[in-house]
DNA sequence: GTTAGCATGTAAATGGTTACATGATTGT
DNA sequence: ACAATCATGTAACCATTTACATGCTAAC
């Protein structure tokens, strides 16, 4: 039950539309929790049923034609009350950690190639990450919702740090005893 | 896609019924990707009608009677074939994270202590891999096999070593500055 | 023979993904 | 007028989760 929150957090920081919420998606929350504009649409949809958000009314609402949201008093409740919930972590699902499961069963194959070409997409995202560090965040601007999100990125820096520093051990690992 | 996997790679570690299955995923497989009785049964059957796996002679295949399942070399092939493919890692969906870049906006009543519940689990998980790895895996037994499935497991200990790092930093960062 | 637990299964709801459909706007 | 693009939406599918149903077996 994450994608609402996620939508409504967007919309508090900017009123927008279907179509602008996808793009910034894109680029921001969606590092996190990534969505599509169908996805999108549906729960605009049903958080304006629910009275958490409604369409600006500056915006006429027919077919092809832009729809402005903004969060209504009792979405920005339903927002507050959420993030002081208990919600244990996911468990973790990955498939890469599976099939090197399976390698030690039916022989590892092709697994290094694979290995090194994750190695290159995580140092990619860590690389673009830290350019945010860079230009969003420089030395000594500490409000306090920037030390939040300031936060979030180093969340996903550590991450990606954790799977760069994993996956060399790992292609060392089997290079080295099997050549 | 990964589910019909991960059961063809622990049927070739050790036939097994459907519940035997559900169990050993509880601690091992099931680590990295978790599933239920309902969901193992579902492939169960499927796998069975695709030809990769079989209902071993002994077992009679009566209603609330157990069913022992061996991999036949279809199943073998297909998940050989599975290991070496080209998979882009999953993006990461992380409700924490989101509900951190909420509380930039709504602000963070509250935020801190569920931070801190998470460190404990994470540092519970991360305790119990070590203990795993001490009693599996003790230098000096190296064969392929164990080389790749100790190679995931550092995996699991690597990730929890990054949240509890993390949340560490966080926790300390969200209560220097504000009290 | 009844209860407790083991084992297999069905059904419905939720969330996410992929493919497609359609209206409005802008540039040529 | 036509094409390209922006914007909103529908439909079908698949995987996961939760709740429930049912048959077998062993202990009392």
């Known amino acids: 039950m994450s994608l609402p929150h996620a939508i409504l957090t967007a919309l508090l920081e900017k009123p927008s539309s279907g179509l602008e919420l996808t793009r910034r998606?894109?680029?921001?929350?969606?590092?996190?929790?990534?969505?599509?504009?169908?996805?999108?649409?549906?729960?605009?949809?049903?958080?304006?049923?629910?009275?958490?958000i409604r369409v600006l009314p500056a915006a006429q609402?027919?077919?092809?034609?832009?729809?402005?949201?903004?969060?209504?008093?009792?979405?920005r409740e339903e927002?507050?009350?959420?993030?002081?919930?208990?919600?244990?972590?996911?468990?973790?699902?990955?498939?890469?950690?599976l099939r090197m499961r399976a390698a030690a069963v039916v022989g590892s194959a092709g697994l290094a190639g694979e290995l090194r070409r994750h190695l290159a997409l995580h140092r990619a995202q860590l690389a673009e990450?830290?350019?945010?560090?860079?230009?969003?965040?420089?030395p000594e601007r500490t409000s306090d919702e920037d030390r939040l999100r300031r936060l979030v990125l180093r969340g996903g820096i550590d991450l990606e740090t954790f799977w760069?520093?994993?996956?060399?051990?790992a292609i060392d690992d089997l290079d080295g005893p099997g050549s």
Chains 1, 2 share one sequence.
Do not use: C, N
């Open 79 to 97: 927002l507050m009350a959420w993030v002081s919930l208990a919600e244990d972590p996911r468990p973790v699902r990955d498939p890469l950690l």
């Open 61 to 75: 609402p027919a077919r092809g034609q832009r729809k402005e949201y903004e969060v209504l008093p009792a979405g």
């Open 25 to 52: 998606f894109d680029r921001s929350i969606g590092y996190f929790w990534p969505s599509t504009h169908q996805q999108i649409y549906r729960e605009l949809g049903k958080l304006e049923k629910a009275g958490h």
């Open 129 to 138: 990450y830290l350019e945010i560090e860079e230009r969003d965040f420089p």
């Open 164 to 169: 760069t520093g994993w996956l060399t051990r």
